[in-house]
């Protein structure tokens, strides 16, 4: 694991074997950022990263110039990993300690991109929920994006605000507007 660009570009992440987490890979993120790269300006985007894992995403959106990121997980040493990491690189990552749906219910601001990598082969209907109440809470700005990184077996095009989707081995990311 690596964060490809941005001040850090090149730096490798060695995250503790014990993590619960199955990381974006190198490849599928680069792809990922190559699309953003297009769509937003870092320097004046806002980021919570759902699921966050390792916190590959997030470090990478802070290492190419993001103000702020907010990193969610429930496992604390996930949260442990990435506050560490963004101490030791000097980034603007703020992990928080939470299960996604709680912290959701009561996030009181909204972000210019929220990425959510919940576990494959999380049930549908979870993921609805996880998009109504981003959408019911007004969390994704005006022009922001949502992406949903899922397993390729399941098709999330007939959700509300849903724009497009790109497969890279076995993850596919889908993106959603605010509708």
Not at 8 to 18: D, E, I, M, S, V
Not at 25 to 38: P, S, V
Not at 94 to 112: A, K, M, N, T
Request: charged letters at 25%; a negative charge; proline letters at 6%.
């Amino acid at each position: 694991m690596r964060i490809i660009s941005g001040t850090h570009g090149g730096r490798r992440l060695k995250a503790p074997k014990n993590l619960p987490v199955r990381p974006t890979t190198d490849r599928a993120k680069e792809a990922l950022f190559n699309i953003l790269a297009h769509r937003v300006y870092w320097p004046e985007t806002e980021v919570l990263d759902l699921f966050a894992g390792t916190g590959n995403i997030g470090l990478e959106c802070a290492s190419r110039g993001c103000p702020s990121v907010t990193s969610v997980d429930a496992h604390k040493g996930c949260v442990a990993f990435i506050g560490q990491t963004a101490e030791a690189l000097g980034l603007p990552v703020y992990p928080v300690r939470s299960d996604v749906f709680q912290y959701l219910e009561r996030c009181g601001r909204s972000f210019d991109l929220i990425f959510a990598d919940p576990p494959y082969g999380m049930e549908k209907v979870k993921l609805e929920e996880l998009l109504h109440l981003i959408g019911q809470k007004d969390l994704l700005e005006q022009e922001g994006i949502l992406v949903l990184e899922h397993d390729k077996g399941t098709d999330l095009s007939d959700l509300p605000g849903f724009t497009e989707h790109r497969a890279y081995g076995g993850s596919v990311f889908s993106f959603f507007e605010k509708s």
